[in-house]
């Protein structure tokens, strides 16, 4: 049952991820972020749902009578203490997890940049090449050795083929890596699965070694040990192949570029020795001189090129490293947020632990150590939604951010264009660009600003909702343990009773010759009669004094009411980041909503405290009501049995005397009060008056009448 209330938020989760073309390899980035959204709410769930299992298996134990409290107590103490040791071991790995996630899409970033390098260098090579192919073309038909159609035609044929080798070449890079990449994955597949099965034979092992391990805490942290090991082996194993695949595939993209590089000078090289003599009637070596010529400077210019796009790529790598120092910097500031978080909850909660007399013993800190147990949780599952929801600031910001890439690359072309061909024309196209560039720069800013303060807004309201659950959480765990302790000492209270004497009068009322089925049926429905008045009685007194006490709907009014009022600052602040008024504005909303609650949650303790004071009140008169009905029904019982209401040892030894004198010490010896047991008493008077007549009636009595299964029902 357990695991099933455990999988529902599962089988709700996996649903949700499949609403749209479930066979699709591809995913919208608003299909993420509902995923993301929707896995913190299933993360969240299921540790509340843990944390309730944990407490009803407590709650189970303590309800066992054969258990001994302080076992109880130091069984769940221990179970607390492993479970805090898991969360901080969970914890840990999680930041590990993260930053390494962190240091992977880096490298990646990298590579991919080397690589996207590689068809802009290309690209460039043939612009290059056509520029000084044009350039001495032109200067033959400015000698009148070719004419202007005839250049136009050769210009244009040899822009086709290099288009036509361009895409020839992007192709053959996409198609010759998607087979290399699969090859090499089926290859790495194998291996991993036979990691996977070493693994888990590893695990099993591991386990059946230590069945018979005394400290708990002690296997959990082997445990973790060994999961470390093998995440590491298995981390290890990708970032060798990821290294292999990267390095394969920058080869063979090296290997198409340099061929299809060499068939364009095979083209410019055709066209100098083949079709310029001929149209020309130049000698092959002057043509040859030419191509020598435009390949001098076509070299240097493509040495600028090279130059350019390693620079490029190093200020690539140098906007990463930044990017990482913000994402550390965002880092830090949910630690403080999620810090602040547990300083409050531990200060609310230990004050009411304070302000509860009996949860001041060991009691109180048990409960603390499951409520810190949640909050750790909570926390892990935040930090993990921090990082989440800065991977999805990347993926909105990356289509400005490729924007930006390609304008700089444009502007730095052109500035070296202009550096190469200073006109009148290229410096008017060099300003445009600039201009251009300072533009999306600018929407990049903004952008990331308000992305920023969208997302910055989004995990407040969402760990909002969490504190909402957190304080249920501590209002549950906390009643509980009163609850308990209540529990407990009533127990305690009822051991000290009188025991003996019940079991003394169920002996005897069991024995007696007085009792019949009809009189102990009448006097067990009597007595529920009354019991159940008397609880009805209570339930109506309880729930009449609790309304006249109030309740919180103004304070949560008010609240609401302020937290409107910050959404609103908020929204301003966001529309204007930069305005300082704005910021003190919603720092003065701030502070009003932290005194208000502070306010709040006093109002609300002493509010506690009205309630308890009150249902202590009850408690005491319900127990003194329900014993005062024991007492009637074991008094009436006592009379109609005919034996007296006293000690084990003395009753004991009133039943070793003759048959002449139990009448007259049984009928003198019952307690409490006779009016009390008249309507019990009529139908059994006529006992007394006859001793032959009741020795007579114990003869006749059928002694298959099963008298001591009534007696257990009320007793």
């Known amino acids: 049952m357990q695991e099933r209330e455990l999988k529902k938020p599962t089988l709700k989760l996996s649903n949700s991820e499949r609403l749209e073309e479930p066979n699709s390899p591809y995913c919208t980035l608003e299909e993420i972020e509902r995923n993301e959204k929707d896995k913190l709410e299933y993360g969240i769930q299921m540790r509340m749902n843990f944390n309730k299992q944990v407490e009803g298996l407590c709650q189970h134990l303590q309800s066992k009578p054969t258990l001994p409290h302080d076992l109880v107590g130091e069984m769940t103490k221990k179970l607390i203490e492993n479970l805090v040791l898991v969360e901080n071991l969970l914890t840990e790995s999680q930041s590990s997890d993260m930053m390494n996630v962190q240091e992977k899409l880096v490298w990646w970033e990298c590579i991919s940049a080397t690589l996207e390098s590689k068809p802009l260098l290309l690209k460039q090579e043939a612009v290059c090449r056509l520029k000084f192919t044009a350039k001495v073309l032109e200067q033959l038909t400015s000698d009148g050795k070719l004419t202007f159609q005839e250049m136009e035609k050769i210009l244009s044929d040899l822009q086709k083929m290099f288009q036509d080798e361009i895409q020839q070449y992007t192709d053959e890079c996409n198609r010759q890596t998607k087979d290399l990449v699969n090859d090499m994955i089926r290859k790495f597949d194998t291996r991993r699965k036979n990691l996977h099965k070493i693994q888990a034979k590893e695990r099993r092992h591991f386990q059946d070694s230590v069945q018979q391990a005394v400290d708990p805490m002690e296997f959990v942290k082997a445990y973790h040990d060994l999961l470390v090991k093998q995440k590491k082996e298995g981390s290890d194993l990708e970032d060798q192949q990821d290294v292999r695949i990267a390095e394969a595939v920058c080869e063979l993209w090296k290997r198409l570029h340099s061929s299809s590089s060499q068939k364009m000078v095979n083209t410019v090289q055709e066209l100098f020795l083949g079709a310029l003599p001929s149209q020309t009637q130049l000698p092959q070596d002057k043509c040859e001189l030419l191509r020598q010529e435009a390949n001098r400077d076509l070299s240097l210019r493509l040495q600028t090129e090279e130059a350019n796009a390693k620079h490029h790529l190093e200020l690539f790598k140098d906007h990463l490293e930044r990017q990482k120092q913000i994402w550390r910097e965002e880092e830090a500031l949910t630690k403080s947020i999620l810090k602040h978080l547990t300083e409050q909850q531990q200060k609310l909660f230990q004050g009411t632990i304070v302000r509860q007399r009996d949860l001041l013993d060991g009691t109180g800190k048990l409960t603390h150590m499951k409520h810190s147990l949640l909050l750790q949780a909570i926390n892990r599952q935040f930090s993990a939604r921090q990082f989440s929801l800065g991977a999805l600031k990347e993926m909105r910001l990356s289509r400005v951010k490729s924007l930006v890439n390609e304008t700089r690359q444009e502007r730095t072309k052109s500035l070296d264009m202009e550096d190469w061909n200073k006109t009148p024309v290229n410096q008017l196209k060099s300003h445009v660009k600039e201009s251009s560039l300072s533009e999306v720069e600018r929407r990049l800013t903004q952008d990331s600003q308000m992305i920023g303060v969208e997302f910055q807004q989004e995990f407040l309201s969402e760990l909002s909702g969490a504190t909402e659950l957190l304080q249920e959480h501590a209002a549950m765990v906390i009643g509980r343990a009163l609850a308990q302790k209540a529990r407990q000492q009533a127990a305690k209270a009822n051991r000290e009773g009188n025991e003996s004497i019940k079991h003394h009068l169920k002996e005897s009322a069991t024995e007696s010759v007085y009792v019949t089925r009809e009189s102990v049926s009448k006097l067990i429905e009597n007595h529920y009669t009354h019991i159940q008045s008397i609880t009805q009685a209570f339930e109506q007194d309880q729930h009449h004094r609790l309304q006249n006490i109030g309740d919180a709907k103004d304070k949560l009014q008010s609240q609401k009411k302020l937290n ?101 010490m049984k009928s003198s010896s019952v307690q409490g009060d006779p009016s009390a047991c008249t309507r019990y008493e009529q139908g059994h008077l006529e006992f007394f008056e006859d001793q032959k007549k009741r020795k007579k009636k114990k003869e006749n009595l059928d002694p298959s009448v099963p008298q001591e299964k009534y007696l257990k029902i009320s007793m």
């Open 564 to 664: 409107k009022s910050l959404q609103k600052e908020l929204a301003n602040w966001c529309r204007k980041p930069t305005s300082f008024e704005f910021y003190q504005r919603v720092e003065s909303q701030k502070k009003k909503m932290l005194s208000q609650y502070d306010l709040d949650m006093e109002a609300t303790y002493e509010l506690l405290r009205q309630k308890s004071s009150i249902l202590d009140h009850l408690e005491k008169n319900l127990e003194g009501q329900l014993q005062e009905a024991e007492d009637t029904f074991m008094t009436c019982l006592s009379a109609l049995a005919r034996v007296p209401l006293r000690g084990a040892d003395s009753s004991s030894q009133d039943l070793h005397l003759d048959d002449d004198k139990p009448l007259t």
